[in-house]
């Protein structure tokens, strides 16, 4: 099985940076989704890791450590509509490569 | 290209009922899988189906079912209907089962059981 932490809640400044920690415990490893979801919508795709490091996109970059079982997602500039829920997803080395999602984080970005 | 698509976007049910759900996946990815999603909670998986075959199932009673269709498009039914059923019902469409397949979702389902 897993088990996937991530914060409830954040707050943050609009303009600011923000940064999401997502720590995990699997049985093996193979990849870490995030994911943004704004209220009553659909989970969309943000970046995906398999390997350790920063993989950057434009305001928003993730990281991941493999031996500390441990990822952030980094949010530069924030806006607005940066306010959602970030989800957290692991998968392991089953047969399905079915992720487990977290909870989420509720980002709140205020003016 | 159009995304996942799912239908309808609301529902409203009572207790005992039955429930159908359908999905159809971006055109050319061959695997659909289905989550529940209750406020305040990230999605728990239910199904995934890869060219017509269940690759997997969650941990749900045997009241929820689903199916893979040769064009993949995927319906999720659920029967004798609880009120712990109310939920967003997400749909999610890969190209395959692979390590490296990202799944995308569709809008949902919101199941709402009187």
């Known amino acids: 099985g897993q088990n996937i932490d991530q914060p409830t809640e954040m707050t943050a400044t609009e303009g600011a940076i923000v940064q999401i920690n997502c720590t995990y415990q699997?049985?093996?490893?193979?990849?870490l989704f995030w994911y943004q979801q704004h209220a009553g919508e659909a989970p969309t795709f943000l970046s995906y890791n398999v390997l350790d490091g920063l993989e950057e996109k434009g305001r928003f970059s993730s990281f991941l450590s493999r031996s500390k079982g441990y990822s952030y997602l980094l949010l530069k500039e924030l806006q607005m509509k940066d306010s959602a829920s970030y989800l957290c997803?692991?998968?392991?080395?089953?047969?399905?490569?079915?992720?487990?999602f977290g909870r989420g984080t509720s980002l709140i970005v205020h003016p | 290209d159009a995304g996942v698509t799912q239908s309808p976007t609301h529902l409203i049910k009572t207790r005992g009922q039955q429930v159908t759900l359908r999905c159809s996946p971006i055109s050319g990815h061959k695997s659909v899988s289905w989550y529940q999603q209750v406020l305040g909670q990230g999605p728990q998986f239910i199904f995934q189906?890869?060219?017509?075959?269940?690759?997997g199932r969650g941990n749900f009673p045997d009241r929820f079912s689903a199916r893979q269709f040769p064009n993949y498009s995927s319906e999720l039914n659920v029967n004798a209907l609880l009120l712990g059923d109310s939920a967003l019902y997400l749909c999610a469409s890969s190209q395959g089962t692979g390590g490296a397949d990202t799944q995308y979702f569709g809008p949902g389902t919101r199941l709402t059981v009187l």
């Open positions: 699997t049985s093996g490893f193979n990849g």
């Open positions: 189906y890869y060219e017509k075959e269940e690759r």
């Open positions: 997803a692991v998968r392991d080395q089953g047969g399905s490569y079915i992720p487990t």
